[in-house]
């Protein structure tokens, strides 16, 4: 193992320069990405949703394969959906600091409504993999391949509901619109915003493997448990960008990408059991998970479910001025957490 012989502090200083260069790279994408959106036409839900969401999850990515790659299931598949896990309650410290309105009542788009029932969709179906017999083609179960084909037909669907919605939500004086504030004919310029857009991607996924291989190392040299590792460490730190971006863009009013990001992330994030699936190889993923990993994948889902209400509900203003889906996200996120922690 590449840092098998460093010591404790070596080994939380590369954890620690890994996470400050994802943390400033996911900042300055979030900036591109608002561009991107202007310039494209394609909107801050549709591209928060993908491009962002995608892009400030690699380092994540790189995590979760290179766990599966090894054999370690449990901290793959934990940081996942841990991940998704940490990154909705992200989104009740953006409703806080949000203080004209409720954050999921000003940023009304149907587009992240449909985007947020896309991912309950997507994390039933690890649920049902887990709960069925056991299969799997060439080390791969049928599962990953579905969550692969539900997530594109999600993404086409995405934009013709953006393009083409059929319903609206009403607007109201605390509504945010999205409304784009760059010219879209500059050539040069997009080709410029998207290769630095790649440049940054490249280097949040490179730090996303360093950070794998310390928390390989940890888990082994203090027995740790892989889940927790996974859930509570990997995860957060590869979505601080998702956290830092998702306040930076409401700071600056872009309510719709803020959302968009947050659930576009989680979404991909669904992708990383598919990845972790092929690398692992060894049979089915879902059938080498303990009940510690189906329980962050439940906290996933019962959040979600959550927000979703919240989007749909709409509510102006509830206690301590954000909504009560945001009181609620914290509430269950805080609890999740000392269950895993007293559990150990």
């Known amino acids: 193992m590449l840092f098998g012989s460093l010591p404790l502090w070596g080994l939380l200083a590369i954890f620690a320069v890994a996470g400050l260069v994802i943390l400033v790279c996911g900042i300055r994408m979030t900036g591109l990405a608002d561009r991107i959106a202007d310039r494209t036409g394609l909107g801050e839900a549709l591209v928060g949703g993908i491009l962002l969401g995608a892009a400030t999850s690699l380092s994540g990515t790189v995590v979760s394969v290179t766990a599966a790659l090894d054999g370690r299931v449990s901290l793959a598949f934990s940081n996942a959906v841990g991940g998704i896990a940490a990154q909705t309650a992200f989104l009740a410290f953006a409703d806080i600091i949000w203080r004209k309105a409720n954050l999921e009542h000003a940023a009304a ?21 887990y709960a ?18 539900v997530y594109l037909i999600g993404v086409r669907a995405s934009k013709k509901v953006r393009e083409e919605p059929m319903w609206k939500p009403v607007g109201t004086h605390e509504t945010q619109h999205d409304e784009p504030e760059e010219e879209t004919s500059d050539f040069a310029g997009n080709i410029r915003l998207f290769t630095v857009f790649t440049v940054l991607m490249v280097v949040m996924g490179l730090m996303g493997w360093a950070i794998a291989q310390v928390a390989s190392v940890l888990t082994d040299r203090y027995s740790l448990s892989a889940s927790l590792i996974g859930a509570l460490m990997t995860a957060v730190v590869t979505s601080l960008p998702e956290l830092v971006t998702t306040l930076a863009a409401v700071h600056r009013g872009a309510l719709q990408l803020a959302i968009g990001g947050i659930i576009g992330g989680n979404t991909f994030d669904t992708l990383f059991l598919t990845l972790s699936d092929v690398a692992y190889g060894e049979g089915s993923l879902y059938h080498a998970i303990g009940r510690d990993d189906l329980f962050w994948l439940a906290t996933g889902v019962l959040m979600t479910g959550v927000l979703l209400t919240g989007l749909i509900v709409r509510q102006k203003s509830g206690p301590g ?17 000392a269950i895993q922690a007293f559990a150990v």
Do not use: K, N, R, W
């Open 109 to 129: 788009d149907l587009a992240i409504v449909f985007q947020c029932a896309l991912l309950v969709l997507l994390l039933s179906i690890p649920i049902f993999a």
């Open 132 to 149: 069925a017999p056991e299969t799997a083609f060439f080390g791969v179960h049928p599962a990953s391949l579905v969550l692969v084909a």
């Open 321 to 337: 001025g954000i909504g009560f889906e945001s009181v609620s996200l914290l509430a269950i996120y805080g609890g999740a957490i």
